[in-house]
């Protein structure tokens, strides 16, 4: 059975840090594209983050760039989203999804995880 799981979501103050990590039972991630995203109420969902399954290629939306840090560990099957200096804004639903390639929106993924909530608020 092919399965995402997202856990490391929580509560963090501005300028705080967190860790998601998306683990995969059922398949080898590590033939796939990672796509991280995010939903916050009333908004549609956005893309994060991606790692490519050819060459390990990163892209990160511009409102994440240079805080947030994609990763893939392919021995625990799992990859990772490091979030540092997080912000009010960044307080959302955090899925992550496998797909052929990278791609900036949600149609060319596959399979999702059940998400994890990020909240950011002192």
């Known amino acids: 059975q092919v399965q995402l799981v997202e856990s490391g979501g929580g509560l963090v103050q501005p300028g705080g840090s967190l860790r998601l990590s998306c683990a995969a039972s059922?398949?080898?991630?590590?033939?796939?594209?990672i796509g991280w995203f995010r939903q916050a109420p009333g908004k549609e969902r956005e893309g994060v983050s991606c790692?490519?399954?050819?060459?390990?290629?990163?892209y990160y939306a511009d409102s994440v760039k240079g805080r947030f840090t994609i990763s893939r560990d392919n021995a625990k099957n799992t990859v990772y989203l490091q979030m540092n200096s997080l912000k009010p804004e960044d307080t959302a639903v955090y899925y992550c999804?496998?797909?052929?390639?990278?791609?900036?929106?949600?149609?060319?993924?596959?399979?999702w995880g059940q998400g994890t909530q990020v909240t950011v608020s002192s």
């Open positions: 999804a496998t797909g052929g390639r990278c791609s900036p929106g949600p149609e060319g993924y596959d399979y």
């Open positions: 059922g398949f080898t991630l590590d033939y796939y594209a």
């Open positions: 790692i490519s399954s050819s060459d390990g290629s990163t």
